[in-house]
């Protein structure tokens, strides 16, 4: 046995969950799917006293749409969103991206809202969740409050809720219909951490772009918008020169963490190229090319 | 403060009774406590796979999910393939085709290759190599792992 002694609690609904929440503070810890943070409680860097497991809180496991925002609760499994088909029509990004996450039995546990309330700068669901412009529900005993995702993320592995709140929710706005999506990422080996990655959405009017969202993991302390990128597009007639030119203007804002991994050097550049390429695949899928 | 508690879990179609420190891991409870101990672990992290079992149908890392979690799941290990002394038909497509060398990663590649081919009878070899990147083998034989999944849908396809 590897993790520290701690006291398992399985509450069975939201209610009794932030309860405990409100009940331990600081001394309570959330566990989701635990595909992290057993790591980090194995390798004892987390030493929580009380374990809250919410995997039994089934209400939390749901897809919807409603007017066609994606609502996903918090303890939906990563495998369970790669195979709904309500997250295929209106959120193909997160889709995309959510099967970059590690491997196939560790998305039948991971869940969504544990990768996203985690904020591993380098994870690839808070990208999309910004990209996307989603939003947060977080729940407490008192009440709920909804957080934009620029607001969420606030670091490295650090999030805005408070000790007795818990993430519930992630909803994701929808895009018009024809909007073209891509998310790529570069690893060593499929399924290892990335590097970096990048999530786009683009939507055109005639050959020209009307709106475009371009977010990254793994070039920041947190996931971040290429709002520069952003602006020099918007407006403009899709070409791979202007592509370039954004993916230009994207990556000196980067401010990559050092690791032994890569240099800040080469994870702007990878940005520079994968900005680019993401753009290319965005622009062919919203021309209805393959 | 060691926290106890009660579980009861099916393992390969038994149903066991047992009482476990809430940080043990499923891993652990089924080599230590039901002396299962086909499912091996490697990393203790996640990331080999070698510990992989079905939890309720879907392959789960067994060092990543606490045998409290466990409570009133079905299992199935490495150990569960086989029926009535015969190996299961991926077993014997893993035997014939040398789809292991040291051993140590095989039951955690057949389980998830049991899962994988539940899934999708007929893969390509891209698809194969795809599903079972899911899991490590440090000698390394990953071309004969490919062929003996191959093989061994080939073999369940026919039975």
Known sequence: MK??????????????????????????????????LFQLMNFRVVKPENLIDINPVTELDYI??????????AR?????????????????????????????????????????????????????????????????????????????????????????????????????????HAFLEFQRKHGSYALMGTAVLVHLD??????????????????????????????????????????????????????????????????????????ELAVRRAKGER | MSHRRRISVVVNGSRHESEVEARKYLAEFLREDLGLVGTHIGC?????????VLMDGASVRSCLVLAVQANEAEILTVEGLARDGQMHPLQEAFWEKQGLQCGYCTPGMLVRAYELLRE???????????????????CTGYQYIVEAVLDGAERMRNA
């Open chain 1, 76 to 180: 939906t499994r990563q495998s369970t969103l790669e195979r709904s088909r309500e997250a295929a029509e209106w959120a193909t990004l997160m889709v995309e991206a959510v099967k970059n996450v590690a491997h196939p039995s560790v998305r039948n546990r991971g869940t969504v809202g544990g990768s996203v309330a985690y904020a591993d700068p380098a994870s690839e669901l808070p990208a999309v969740v910004l990209a996307m412009d989603g939003e947060l529900v977080l729940t407490r005993g008192q009440g709920q409050r909804t957080l934009a995702a620029a607001d969420f993320f606030r670091g490295p592995y650090t999030n805005a809720c408070s000790a007795d709140e818990l993430l519930t929710e992630v909803r994701l706005p929808p895009w018009p219909s024809g909007t073209g």
């Open chain 1, 64 to 73: 919807r749409s409603d007017n066609g925002t994606l609502a996903i609760g």
């Open chain 2, 44 to 52: 203790e992290h996640g990331v080999c796979g070698a510990c992989t």
């Open chain 1, 206 to 279: 005639g050959d020209s772009i009307d709106r475009v969202a371009i977010s990254l993991c793994g070039v920041d302390e947190t996931p971040v918008r290429a709002h520069k990128a952003e602006e020099l597009l918007t407006g403009n007639a899709s070409s791979e020169e202007v592509f370039e030119e954004a993916a230009e203007a994207a990556a000196p804002e980067l401010k990559p963490l050092p690791d032994p991994k890569g240099s800040p050097e080469y994870r702007r550049k990878l940005a520079k190229v994968y900005i680019r390429r993401a753009l």
């Open chain 2, 120 to 138: 999708d009878p007929d893969p390509t070899a891209e698809e194969v190599r795809e599903g079972m990147s899911n899991n490590l083998c440090r």
């Open chain 1, 3 to 36: 993790p520290a002694p701690f006291h398992y609690h399985a509450p069975t609904s939201t209610g009794e969950a932030v309860e405990l929440l409100a009940e331990f503070g600081d001394r309570g810890r959330v566990l989701a799917g635990g595909q992290s």
